[in-house]
């Protein structure tokens, strides 16, 4: 696979982040998306694929990677619609059902709108309407009042924990809660799908099953006062990033958010599920400065923690080395499993501010966020029309950018002022452009 992105900025620490997530992808990008190179497993595991899907298309071109392995999900579908663990399925022989578990078994669907929207490619997801039908009617099926409260699910896998907790601090998250609101964004992706491929009745239907979905939700899991019965960081990311509470009760779900990273002293306590959402739901919703303070948080649980450990590749477990210096049990311990690393897609999105605005980039939006103390910042990304780039620099009190757009595209640049305070949008076509500000 060709590198397709680069990243750098001002801070070493986020540089050497960045190169932990490269060097893991390479590491486990080999036929199929293994979760780690080293160990018993080595296996298509489905949830790390799917969290770390965005990220993996930023850092290299993995159009036909995932094309390909997507079409491996669909022939180990099970008939029920359920998908297993690993793809390719080691785990059975194709009838007894090891798999459906929330979060996982969404990459049927999760994979093939987050490739369509790399790269723009309608085949893919014509390839796969198939499968993530069957996935999304398979839950339905599994649901009691609209509610996914059935199955085995693997949860916010590795999320913070205390050993003999008493005092409730140990970040535990419903695993239905977790599931009716993938059940939700599956469906969602769904619809999007049916729409980009003019399938009208799939479309109608399943809006209004998403309705249903959306409603049981908030029913069961939300107070009137907007409080979700798991009060996590993963509950009320979810919950904003796959918006599923009522508009009125969003913002102050981001406020419980903030306040909870503050009572755990400015770290995430999330796992596989919460993590790739963490400063994405942060960001749409005003806290961008938080996003970037979990960021560059260095002590336990944080992504810069194992760097100051010594990491060169991303670790499953954020106390692969805990703070003693003593080791997690070797049985789980893996020190290059990319999962974690989904993080690599907002510091493409936010720092260096490169967003497609249409399928494929064939319109962009450029936006960085100034913050986290960085003096400068800078992302490039080949799409498929060319190449995009984007470089700030902060010099006595000004912003000087520099932002390069392929040919056949258009684009909205957003420059800031130096505190990343208030943007001048101007609409360009292809060309290299320069602004200070």
């Not at 022989?93 to 798999?99: A, F, R, S």
């Not at 998250?173 to 799939?202: E, H, M, P, R």
């Not at 620099?393 to 912003?399: G, P, S």
């Not at 909205?412 to 001048?424: A, H, R, S, V």
């Amino acid at each position: 696979m060709k590198a397709s992105g680069s990243f750098s900025c001002s801070n070493p620490l986020l540089n050497q982040l960045q190169h932990n997530i490269q060097w893991g992808q390479k590491g486990n990008f080999l036929d199929v998306p293994t979760d780690c190179p080293q160990r018993d497993e080595r296996l298509g595991w489905t949830g790390d694929a799917q969290v770390f899907s965005r990220t993996a298309a930023f850092n290299m071109d993995v159009h036909n990677f995932f094309t390909k392995w997507l079409k491996d999900v669909a022939a180990d579908q099970y008939k029920s619609g359920s998908i297993p663990y690993v793809i390719p399925d080691v785990f059975t022989n194709g009838t007894d059902e090891v798999g459906g578990s929330s979060g996982w078994a969404d990459v049927a669907t999760i994979i093939p709108w987050n490739m369509y929207n790399a790269y723009g490619d309608k085949q893919i997801l014509e390839n796969q309407f198939q499968s993530m039908k069957a996935w999304v009617n398979y839950i339905q099926k599994q649901t009691r009042n609209g509610l996914w409260v059935t199955g085995n699910h693997f949860g916010d896998w590795l999320f913070y924990s205390v050993n003999d907790d008493r005092d409730g601090i140990s970040a535990i998250t419903n695993k239905y809660l977790i599931a009716q609101c993938f059940y939700a964004y599956s469906t969602q992706i769904l619809i999007n799908s049916a729409k980009v491929l003019n399938k009208k009745a799939d479309e109608e239907y399943y809006s209004k099953l998403l309705a249903q979905i959306k409603q049981a939700f908030v029913n069961e899991y939300v107070t009137a006062n907007g409080l979700i019965s798991s009060d996590t960081q993963t509950a009320y990311v979810l919950a904003l990033e796959f918006d599923m509470l009522p508009v009125k009760l969003r913002q102050q779900a981001a406020a419980r958010l903030v306040k909870n990273i503050e009572l755990y002293h400015g770290h995430l306590t999330t796992g596989f599920l919460g993590t790739p959402y963490l400063c994405d739901a942060l960001s749409k919703f005003g806290y961008a400065d938080v996003a970037y303070k979990l960021l560059l948080q260095d002590t336990y649980p944080s992504w810069l923690y194992p760097i100051k450990k010594g990491a060169t590749t991303i670790w499953e477990r954020w106390d692969g080395i805990k703070t003693d210096g003593s080791f997690e049990e070797p049985s789980m311990n893996s020190y290059n499993h990319y999962a974690y690393g989904a993080i690599g897609d907002w510091m493409y999105r936010n720092i260096a501010g490169i967003i497609p605005a249409a399928p494929g980039y064939k319109k962009i939006l450029i936006k960085p966020v100034i913050g986290g103390g960085l003096s400068w910042a800078e992302g490039k990304y080949e799409c498929p029309y060319g190449s995009i780039s984007c470089k700030w620099e902060i010099i006595a009190n000004k912003l000087n950018m520099s932002v390069t757009i392929p040919q056949n595209t258009t684009a909205d640049i957003l420059i800031p002022d130096f505190q990343g305070k208030t943007y001048q949008k101007i609409t360009v076509g292809p060309g290299v452009y320069h602004y200070s500000r």
